[in-house]
């Protein structure tokens, strides 16, 4: 790193863009832009004769796309920092280029502060998200977490109804009966018509039998 400043170089294809983030580096100590690139093609030929510490990539420009473009420098340079500096906020956009190797994700309409914090971070080798990205992330490992739960198990048992694969989870995981019912805000009686039910649908005899066909299944 030269005079121990984080080298960058920007690739996006509108001038005006390149040269607002030539303006606000140019007043940040620490930080120099040593290139720019208007291509996918370009800022690849421009990360591996330079070395930068970081690319600040679109995503969509002429040519190689910024997603295709991140992972041609990464798998010639692996410690190259690669932040996606998009307009584009969607899921598709977003973990592709998390899966290509960005390490950080920045919207073009958030404030210099965020953009800064992000290339420092990333230059000490971190990966970081703002705030928006970060709930968007969480939010789709939400639903991966609800998937694995709920809809594997009911494609293995597809008779039982969402409160009767509910409740055989609980029994997979060792509650009894009024257990269930105090979780679930029913009565006991509602809960033995359901385990009643599910022994019928799934063809078992008792709750041992009924356990190991669900834990067989992943529940529990």
Same mark, same amino acid.
């Given at each position: $790193?030269?005079?121990? #400043? +984080?080298?960058?170089?920007?690739?996006?294809?509108?001038?005006?863009?390149?040269?607002?983030?030539?303006?606000?580096?140019?007043?940040?100590?620490?930080?120099?832009?040593?290139?720019?690139?208007?291509?996918? &093609?370009?800022?690849?030929? /421009?990360?591996?004769?330079?070395?930068?510490?970081?690319? /600040?990539?679109?995503?969509? $420009?002429?040519?190689? #796309?910024?997603?295709?473009?991140?992972?041609?420098?990464?798998?010639?340079?692996?410690?190259?920092?690669?932040?996606?500096?998009? $307009?584009?906020?969607?899921?598709?956009?977003?973990?592709?280029?998390?899966?290509?190797?960005?390490?950080?994700?920045?919207?073009?309409?958030?404030?210099?502060?965020?953009?800064?914090?992000?290339?420092?971070?990333?230059?000490?080798?971190?990966?970081?998200?703002?705030?928006?990205?970060?709930?968007?992330? $969480?939010?789709?490992?939400?639903?991966?977490?609800?998937? /694995?739960?709920?809809?594997?198990?009911?494609?293995?048992?597809?008779?039982?109804?969402?409160?009767?694969?509910? +409740?055989?989870?609980?029994?997979?995981? &060792?509650? #009894?009966?009024?257990? +269930?019912?105090?979780?679930?805000?029913?009565?006991?009686?509602?809960?033995?018509?359901?385990?009643?039910?599910?022994?019928?649908?799934?063809?078992?005899?008792?709750?041992?039998?009924?356990?190991?066909?669900?834990?067989?299944?992943?529940?529990?």
């Amino acid at each position: $790193m030269n005079s121990g #400043n +984080i080298r960058l170089v920007v690739a996006d294809d509108h001038a005006l863009f390149r040269e607002g983030l030539r303006a606000l580096f140019l007043v940040i100590p620490g930080i120099e832009i040593v290139g720019e690139a208007a291509t996918g &093609g370009e800022v690849v030929a /421009l990360a591996e004769k330079l070395q930068p510490d970081i690319v /600040l990539m679109d995503i969509n $420009m002429p040519g190689v #796309n910024g997603i295709d473009a991140t992972r041609q420098i990464l798998r010639a340079n692996p410690t190259t920092g690669v932040i996606a500096v998009t $307009m584009l906020e969607d899921d598709a956009s977003l973990f592709s280029a998390m899966r290509a190797g960005a390490r950080g994700y920045v919207l073009k309409g958030a404030n210099h502060q965020e953009l800064l914090q992000t290339v420092r971070a990333v230059a000490r080798g971190q990966a970081l998200f703002g705030a928006p990205i970060a709930a968007r992330i $969480m939010a789709f490992f939400k639903d991966i977490a609800s998937n /694995l739960e709920f809809d594997l198990p009911r494609e293995a048992f597809p008779e039982l109804t969402p409160r009767e694969l509910e +409740i055989l989870g609980l029994i997979a995981q &060792g509650a #009894n009966n009024g257990q +269930i019912a105090e979780k679930l805000v029913i009565s006991d009686k509602t809960v033995r018509n359901h385990i009643t039910s599910i022994f019928s649908k799934l063809q078992v005899a008792d709750r041992a039998q009924a356990i190991v066909k669900a834990r067989d299944a992943g529940l529990g």
